[in-house]
């Protein structure tokens, strides 16, 4: 026998606070939920629409909205004539410049295959000899012979020489992108991401990498990239600033829509508008981070209801007692005594001021190495993030909304 949803309680076929990326190919996950960004979206279409070829960035903080929107600009692009896929290409600061052309071809390719099946030809077939021995280690862009296997599972290593990508791989790009612009395509537009938690050293190199293959590809006619993440590796990128709170709670309301699960009723939120407000303020632009805060509060409280039972909207206290308790004891077991410590001694400071490097250090009364290794630590826990630099400022250091809410 099935076991019932909690969320039934609210007339919901599962959680609205789900923080999947919204996809064109999606029914779980549709782009059509997406609200807001207008004046961002037009920047980056316009930019594609008058230029033969183009490459933007798009730069903020974690959990803001950056992947959803240019899936966004993507799906905008495609029904102006562009040609692209729902995937998207990771960038690391790893491997060689030959590996990232290697990444590029097979993202267009991908996006032939996806907008024309039925592709056939010298250009298509030389790019499918290529395409096929493209095997990216460690959870990045696996393409199939037909273009269809893209997955995140870990794959091997590259089995195209690297010389053969160097040699024939600007060729075949610059074959394949006429072929698609032939077959009626205005251009080809692809999505990089994965900058999200590089250091400044990683996103650095992965800015080299794009520059070692920017003669062979970058400027090839037709083709428009957006690379994504809180560092940017081009100049002058889009920072996104948070959506507003009507625009979140737009943003639910539409979730709340989408999942109701029994037309004939209302549908109901789980939670009461004074939570929306303070985890808003909380996180500050996290969307990511304010839903599965809101995931995880409620699904710990609604444990503890019968079904069937007739349960109103989850109050403030509630579930901010539930993620405080939760939040202590997730943080203490992953970071251990010292950036335990660390993390407690800046909170009572200020846990909503953000921190240099130095400024730690005088916090901490510890060596500048050391600050740098707690602040990693915390990162890669969630505790903190690195606000996207601006010029030529040193870093600065943000306590995350679960931090916040742990305090």
Known sequence: MALPSLWGLYNLRSSPFFQATLRADSQATPLRLFVGRQRERQLLLTTIGSSASSRQAVAGRPGIGKTTLVQTVKADAQAEGYWSSDEII??????????????????????????????????VEAAQQLVRGIRLRGGGLTVSAFGLGVGGSQSESVATPPEALLLDGPRVLRDLMGYAIGQGARGVVLHLNNLENLSEADATRAADLLRGIRDQALLQEGLHLIV?????????????EPLGLADVEQLLANRYGSLQLDPARPCRSPVERAVVQRLYELFRGDLRGMLKALEDGITALLGLTSAGADVAPVGLEDLLLS????????LQEQLGDTAWERLLAWAQVDAATAQTQAEL????????????????QLIEAGAVEALPRRGREAIQYLMTGISRLAF
């Open 361 to 376: 250090v005088e916090l901490w009364q510890v060596k500048q190495p050391s600050v740098s290794q707690t602040l990693q």
């Open 228 to 240: 994504v993440g809180t560092r940017s590796v081009f100049s002058n990128p889009l920072v996104l």
């Open 90 to 123: 990771p960038i690391s600061a790893e491997g060689a410049s030959e590996q990232l052309l290697g990444q590029l071809l097979s993202g267009v390719y991908d996006s032939v295959l996806a907008n024309c099946p039925t592709a056939a030809g010298p250009e």
């Open 323 to 330: 993620l405080r308790q939760r939040n202590q004891v997730e």
